[in-house]
């Protein structure tokens, strides 16, 4: 997944330890991650790259500043897509 992020699992530990959290909340990477752990995993540090990637998407979504925005997805896309996807999509990507 990190080859889709616009910065990567180890430059955002980065930029966090240079205090450049508007990057890092401005970046579509933290919408990006799955949260499957991979970076926790490969990590030789044990640095918990995920939970750093969760807590700035909850910063976001506390701001209401949400990624997801439900009323401008056509009404032919809602049934179009499974309704636990949209669920699932709704709950990670809105307040």
Known sequence: MAAYMDIPPNQMIRL???GMEEDL?????IWLCVSCLTCNTRCPKGVRIAEL????RQVKLRARQ?????DKISAEDLRAIPP??????MRKFTS
């Open 16 to 18: 966090a330890q240079l």
């Open 25 to 29: 909340l401005n970046c579509e990477a």
């Open 66 to 70: 949400d990624h997801l925005q439900v």
């Open 84 to 89: 636990i996807a949209l669920i699932g999509s």
């Open 53 to 56: 990637i969760e807590s700035l």
